[in-house]
């Protein structure tokens, strides 16, 4: 009987060394073997040198590498802030990679792509290009509130508190744009805005604001050729810029001040309708005739589609759907509370982020990233959002998504307190 008793503690003591051992293994095992343990999924996508961390291979660090950043992607699985729970987001589809961009300044929120190997985005006014090839990052601007880069990824327009300005992306060749109400302002009110460059990259369409409209501009950067545009139309005002459809045409949302049977009121507005203006024509035209009490608002565009909302009164009834420069609607559904979406560069593919619960005890969202293609419709990951949002932004070749939130998360040393973090995360849908 001591003997058996021995041997039955020896055995014991043995399990509970062994037992984590194991556990540890078969972890590290099923992680190495898992779809999302890199950016290739399952396979479908193709690897970049330097792109991913995690590698057998032992990579040699690179000379213009930041030393606070190390420009690469890390994991969904695994934690990049100390204290920060990476439970908050996760994988939804087996064939899909979603991996968290580490090491970026605090508070850095994305604001779009350079181009395949390069985003930009704001830590609070520092603008910052980000490189996924291990070169780390790159101090663009000190100070800029909004900033926009060119189509061919070269330049970036800014706005400061003097105007807009132009900066190439290396970080070279800063031109001051438009004065804020200076010389070469054919208004000496108003605070400037804008900055969305043409699809050749040769214009920039700016404005000034007022109380309760704008002056808009088209600045050609080259030879600072200033077009003001006549956006005024008879019972409309609030006109406010969706984008450029092409090099010659942009199209706008515009809000009616009256009622159609003609009585007015001080109102944000009746109905609001999108809105075509031909540069080349210096035409102003509707494409759609919303009633009243109906609001039809672009949020989305691309050469041949508008990606629209509509909602009537408080948005109780809102649906989203995509419509031809005619007004033709090709489709419209129930989405959900969508909070921001992007049509992708194909123009197949909308990927939209859809808000699925509140939560009023930490100030988080419960957010869904969906990208709908056709009929079909696939969650590619789920979120907890807090104050800030920034994307979906598709890649150039439209193989990626791009987007950053910030999210409030318990901390650890402080029962009952919260602390902020900011993520931002490449996916591969």
Request: hydrophobic residues 35%.
């Amino acid at each position: 009987m001591v003997f058996g008793s021995f041997v039955k503690e020896k055995f014991v003591l043995v399990m509970r060394f062994l037992l984590p051992a194991l556990s540890v293994f078969l972890l590290l095992t099923a992680f190495s073997c898992s779809p999302g343990g890199d950016l290739k999924g399952s396979g479908s996508h193709e690897d970049k040198s330097g792109f991913l961390t995690g590698s057998d291979e032992t990579e040699e660090k690179d000379p213009h590498q930041n030393d606070d950043f190390n420009g690469k992607l890390n994991d969904h699985g695994e934690a990049n802030n100390e204290g920060q729970d990476s439970s908050f987001f996760k994988m939804l589809v087996p064939d899909g990679a979603l991996h968290r961009v580490e090491g970026l300044p605090e508070y850095f929120l994305a604001e779009g792509w350079i181009d395949e190997e390069n985003f930009f985005g704001l830590t609070g006014t520092h603008c910052l290009s980000v490189s996924l090839l291990g070169k780390g990052t790159r101090s663009l601007v000190k100070n800029a509130w909004s900033a926009q880069v060119s189509p061919d990824g070269r330049k970036l327009s800014y706005l400061d508190e003097n105007g807009i300005n132009q900066i190439n992306t290396d970080g070279s060749g800063h031109k001051f744009l438009w004065p804020e109400g200076e010389s070469g302002s054919p208004f000496l009110e108003g605070r400037p805005a804008g900055g969305i460059w043409s699809p050749d990259g040769e214009k920039i369409l700016c404005w000034y604001e007022h109380e309760w409209d704008c002056d808009f501009f088209c600045l050609r950067p080259g030879n600072n050729h200033l077009q003001a545009l006549n956006t005024a139309m008879e019972g409309y005002f609030l006109a406010s810029p969706a984008g450029w459809i092409d090099d010659s045409r942009l199209l706008f949302n515009i809000r009616a001040s009256r009622k159609k049977d003609g009585t007015q009121e001080y109102s944000l507005g009746y109905r609001c309708d999108l809105a075509v203006y031909d540069l080349s024509a210096g035409t102003f035209e509707m494409i759609t005739g919303a009633e009243d009490g109906e609001f039809i608002e672009a949020a989305d565009l691309s050469p041949s589609m508008i990606a629209f909302r509509r909602y009537y009164g408080e948005a109780a009834d809102l649906t989203h759907g995509v419509m031809d420069y005619s007004g033709r609607v090709l489709w419209e559904k129930d989405l959900g509370r969508v909070l921001s979406l992007s049509l992708s560069p194909d123009e197949k593919k909308i990927a939209y982020l859809v808000e699925e619960a509140a939560s009023a005890a930490d100030s988080n969202a419960a957010v869904k990233l969906v990208v709908k293609e056709g009929a079909q419709e696939k969650e590619v990951a789920s979120l907890l959002v807090g104050d800030h949002l920034k994307g979906p932004f598709w890649s150039p070749a439209g193989d990626s998504i791009l987007l950053s939130f910030s999210s409030r998360l318990p901390a650890e040393d402080s029962a009952g307190s919260l602390l902020t973090h900011y993520t931002t995360l490449i996916i591969l849908p």
